[in-house]
């Protein structure tokens, strides 16, 4: 019986959704269990040993303020005592809601109890001070003494009490995460089990569809909409096929399209931009009549924007050609080096004004290639402008040209260009050889078409030799291109 992958996963899963819901009632369950005792840990025990202590501090600070005052009779003391009383009637208010058995709740009422009486002793001598009258000192600061001992070893009863109760809670915690542990992990193990044993049937009876299919979509991706799809089974995947083939017929057709009309706008631009440009050249050469400086300054930018056009226009049209296989190459035996110098020494000037250091290595007796020279020298010209491009100021661009044997039985002539610019991703590495791509960083605005390295892969293609880019992020790029000799 040929089922859909949709009975397949239904059937194969089935149970083991079932085995998940109840792992999972399992451990919510455990979950609740130790997050109920880790908010009262934090939300009740911590709090109430924080504030023990906090009130043991500040009966002892009242008690040292208080005999400050008694001796030196400074209201400054007074005072803060004052203060130090309010903080701790705050603070026992704030620790009674946190008290929820009887022994604690008397702990802390015997607290309010002694405190109050403390608080009564104080004020009464405090009285009897101000009103002249002789009385016993000593006799006050033993029942005050007495009263703060009281309240200490009530509130160091109450945070031991608590922090037994830490502990116990923590025990607990551990004994259920334990349980918790275990049961998960045996059922985890099985799971892991049933489920590599189902996706090895399951993936062995789609994994070949499913590879033709991510391997037809690198071929679109790359411009290939030849070669239809041929998968039967499963039916979805089948279907899937038909579907992808039909989409391949469209992007074919709208591929066409595309290439014709930019043939054809290019065709239709380039005349009217050839007649700007003759036009502005005339002006510059004062046949409309005298010129001021500035009118010259914009017919200058005019004409610059002009040939920028033209060179835009251009290279749409040679890669037309290029794409249809109608580019006519000019193939000589030709020696390399002196195409390396003339690019260099266009492009130094503009290296120079950015800071940027060129530093060219050539082997000796280099063989000569049978080449076009005119567009071997444009690859190297969109080679060495892209690394200026992207080389920030200080930076640094090396070219290097060798004889390289080792990665073809063939005998290869290798030039590398390489950067210190921002470097590609692994994912942007196969889109810059596609028409109109730039990888652009926010922090380095690029002007152009995109089209410059897409021409270089064509010329060096139809050389017979390959064009490829090594680069990482941050770590600078470098292209790398061989022509046979």
């Excluded at 923590?170 to 259920?176: G, L, Q, V």
């Excluded at 036009?279 to 300054?297: E, I, M, P, S």
């Excluded at 290029?322 to 190459?329: L, N, V």
Aim: proline content about 4%; some cysteine; hydrophobic content about 40%.
């Amino acid at each position: 019986m040929n089922l859909t992958i949709f009975s397949r996963l239904v059937i194969a899963y089935s149970a083991i959704l079932l085995l998940v819901a109840g792992m999972s009632g399992y451990t919510i369950t455990q979950l609740n269990r130790l997050n109920r005792i880790t908010h009262s840990i934090l939300a009740i025990e911590y709090p109430t040993v924080d504030l023990g202590k906090k009130l043991i501090d500040s009966i002892l600070s009242q008690m040292r303020y208080e005999r400050k005052y008694l001796i030196t009779k400074d209201k400054a003391f007074y005072d803060q005592f004052r203060i130090l009383e309010k903080e701790f009637s705050e603070d026992l208010k704030k620790i009674i809601p946190l008290v929820y058995n009887p022994q604690k709740a008397g702990l802390i009422d015997n607290v309010k109890r002694l405190h109050s009486q403390y608080l009564l002793l104080f004020y009464k001598e405090v009285d009897i001070i101000k009103n002249g009258k002789i009385y016993s000192p000593s006799k006050y600061r033993e029942e005050k003494e007495g009263l703060v001992d009281q309240i200490t070893r009530c509130l160091e009863r109450l945070i031991t009490l608590s922090q037994v109760t830490i502990n116990e809670k923590m025990k607990r915690s551990e004994e259920i995460g334990s349980k918790a542990v275990r049961a998960i992990v045996i059922m985890s193990a099985l799971f892991l089990f049933l489920g590599i044993t189902l996706s090895f049937f399951i993936t062995r009876s789609i994994n070949r569809p499913l590879s033709q299919l991510k391997q037809k979509t690198k071929r679109i991706a790359e411009g290939d909409f030849e070669r239809p799809l041929d998968i039967s089974s499963p039916p979805e995947i089948g279907e899937l096929a038909r579907a992808f083939n039909s989409m391949c017929q469209k992007l074919r057709e709208l591929d066409d399209m595309k290439s014709d009309f930019m043939s054809h706008i290019s065709h239709e631009l380039r005349i009217p931009l050839t007649s700007i440009k003759e036009a502005d050249g005339l002006l510059l050469d004062g046949v409309g009549g005298h010129l001021t400086d500035k009118q010259r300054r914009l017919l200058g930018i005019i004409k610059e924007e002009s040939d920028r056009l033209i060179k835009s226009v251009d290279d749409l049209l040679d890669l037309s050609k290029m794409e249809a296989g109608m580019m006519r190459y000019n193939f000589k035996r030709s020696d390399l080096v002196p195409l390396i110098d003339q690019v260099v020494a266009e492009i130094e000037p503009l290296a120079e004004s950015k800071k940027i250091g060129l530093s060219i290595e050539v082997e000796d007796n280099l063989p000569h290639p049978n080449i076009d020279k005119e567009w071997i020298l444009q690859v190297l010209r969109n080679l060495l402008s892209n690394a200026l491009k992207f080389t920030p100021e200080g930076g640094g661009i090396r070219l290097y040209a060798r004889v390289n044997r080792s990665r073809s039985k063939d005998s290869l002539i290798e030039v590398s260009v390489t950067d210190t610019g921002p470097g590609i991703s692994k994912e942007n590495i196969v889109k810059i050889f596609n028409k109109f791509q730039q990888i652009r960083d926010q922090s380095t605005p690029i002007k152009g078409t995109g089209l410059g390295i897409s021409i270089a892969k064509h010329v060096v293609d139809a050389h017979g030799g390959n064009l490829w880019v090594e680069s990482e992020p941050n770590k600078g790029s470098t292209f790398i291109f061989t022509l046979p000799f």
